[in-house]
Nanobody, 126 residues
Framework: QVQLVESGGGLVQAGGSLRLSCVASGRTFMSYAMGWFRQAPGKEREFVAAISWSGTTIEYADSVKGRFTISRDNDKSTVYLQMDSLKPEDTAVYYC???????????????????WGQGTQVTVSS
């Protein structure tokens, strides 16, 4: 099991930027693929971005392609989500996820994924 703690959320105007961080506990961070999901009020949690353990495979939801960048620093057991050109529709609680494979993150229902952080609120004002 891995414990995840997100940070970096906040209130920003449309067109602005934020960088989210997710720090993982334990010494097995490199064995996990990492993902970011988000959940807006009244909506299902949705996939945002994922990165393989090595960083060589990266996937994005169509809604954030070209605006968001996922990266990881295995020495710091941290995954990042750089969010640029933010829109009001990006407003949500953002959650970090860790799974054994990026395929699991990409293909399984979020309710079946196991390792989540507590979430960090991102609010984009128009």
């Amino acid at each position: 099991q891995v414990q995840l703690v997100e940070s970096g959320g906040g209130l920003v105007q449309a067109g602005g930027s934020l960088r989210l961080s997710c720090v993982a506990s334990g010494r097995t961070f490199m064995s996990y693929a990492m993902g970011w999901f988000r959940q807006a009020p009244g909506k299902e949690r949705e996939f945002v971005a994922a990165i393989s353990w090595s960083g060589t495979t990266i996937e994005y939801a169509d809604s954030v392609k070209g605006r968001f960048t996922i990266s990881r620093d295995n020495d710091k057991s941290t995954v990042y989500l750089q969010m640029d050109s933010l829109k009001p529709e990006d407003t949500a609680v953002y959650y970090c996820n860790a799974e054994k494979s990026i395929i699991i993150i990409m293909t399984m229902e979020w309710t079946k994924l196991h390792n989540w952080g507590q979430g960090t609120q991102v609010t984009v004002s128009s």
